[in-house]
């Protein structure tokens, strides 16, 4: 399976900030999704990254709040935006595979801590 | 949009014993369903998958099961070992590379 890897692993920021996130694969995938998962809780998408174009958001989650990039096929970015301590969690982002159009691999997250 | 039921939210079983955790789904257009592994603190870990056109699956100690009738599929970890503590979630999607809807997890925790 493809190699995924997230930075920051973790960070810690001050309310109103703003924090970007990096995913990166060592191999071109089509599919990208970005997740979140709240202390105990279960995943969440919050879009799927699209390729050359906008990403596609899950109700609750809007662009302004959650803007993401996908320049290539092995990169995308997300942007945890005017950040509250309601946005303390854990983002992954996960890719489709060889295996499969819908077998999806996370990387391996990055942990938030907006204080 | 498509909801995932799962139980039980936590399972305490005795190493070597079985444990079964049960996920329904509410989308009759699912038709793929993985499961997933996360231990503390780590990535969710894809353990086994199964598509709607098969009723069961096994690798190894672990296996799942498809009701497509029921909307349930169900996943069986056999002869249970400390290691395989950990939090199970089941998830559906209706293919095509579309997006994975997750259950609630189960948090299983296998004693000596």
Same mark, same amino acid.
């Given at each position: 399976?493809? $190699?995924?890897?997230?930075?920051?692993?973790?960070?810690?920021?001050?309310?109103?900030?703003?924090?970007?996130?990096?995913?990166? $694969?060592?191999?071109?995938? *089509?599919?990208?999704?970005?997740?979140?998962?709240?202390?105990?809780?279960?995943?969440?998408?919050?879009? *799927?990254?699209?390729?050359?174009?906008?990403?596609?958001?899950?109700?609750?989650?809007?662009?302004?709040?959650?803007?993401?990039?996908?320049?290539?096929?092995?990169?995308?970015?997300? *942007? $945890?935006?005017?950040?509250?301590?309601?946005?303390?969690?854990?983002?992954?982002?996960?890719?489709?595979?060889?295996?499969?159009?819908?077998?999806?691999?996370?990387?391996?997250?990055?942990?938030?801590?907006?204080? | 949009?498509?909801?995932?039921?799962?139980?039980?939210?936590?399972? /305490?079983?005795?190493?070597?014993?079985?444990?079964?955790?049960?996920?329904?789904?509410?989308?009759?257009? /699912?038709?793929?369903?993985?499961?997933?592994?996360?231990?503390?603190?780590?990535?969710?870990?894809?353990?086994?998958?199964?598509?709607?056109?098969?009723?069961? @699956?096994?690798?190894?100690?672990?296996?799942?099961?498809?009701?497509?009738?029921? @909307?349930?599929?169900?996943?069986?970890?056999?002869?249970?070992?400390?290691?395989?503590?950990?939090?199970?979630?089941?998830?559906?999607?209706?293919?095509?590379?579309? @997006?994975?809807?997750?259950?609630?997890?189960?948090?299983?925790?296998?004693?000596?």
């Amino acid at each position: 399976s493809a $190699v995924i890897s997230q930075k920051p692993s973790r960070d810690i920021c001050q309310r109103g900030t703003s924090l970007t996130i990096q995913c990166q $694969v060592d191999s071109q995938v *089509t599919m990208m999704f970005w997740y979140r998962q709240q202390p105990g809780q279960s995943l969440t998408l919050i879009a *799927t990254a699209n390729q050359g174009s906008e990403a596609t958001y899950e109700s609750g989650f809007v662009i302004d709040k959650f803007p993401i990039s996908r320049p290539n096929l092995t990169f995308s970015t997300l *942007t $945890v935006s005017n950040m509250s301590p309601e946005d303390s969690s854990i983002y992954l982002c996960s890719v489709g595979s060889d295996r499969g159009v819908d077998t999806q691999y996370f990387g391996p997250g990055t942990r938030l801590t907006v204080l | 949009g498509e909801n995932v039921e799962q139980h039980p939210s936590t399972l /305490s079983v005795q190493e070597g014993d079985s444990a079964v955790i049960k996920c329904t789904y509410s989308d009759s257009a /699912s038709n793929y369903f993985p499961w997933y592994k996360q231990e503390l603190g780590k990535r969710p870990q894809l353990i086994i998958d199964i598509r709607s056109n098969v009723g069961e @699956k096994k690798d190894q100690r672990i296996a799942v099961t498809l009701n497509k009738t029921a @909307k349930h599929f169900s996943l069986h970890i056999t002869e249970t070992q400390p290691e395989d503590s950990a939090v199970y979630f089941c998830a559906a999607s209706t293919g095509g590379g579309n @997006k994975l809807t997750f259950g609630t997890g189960t948090q299983l925790k296998v004693e000596l």
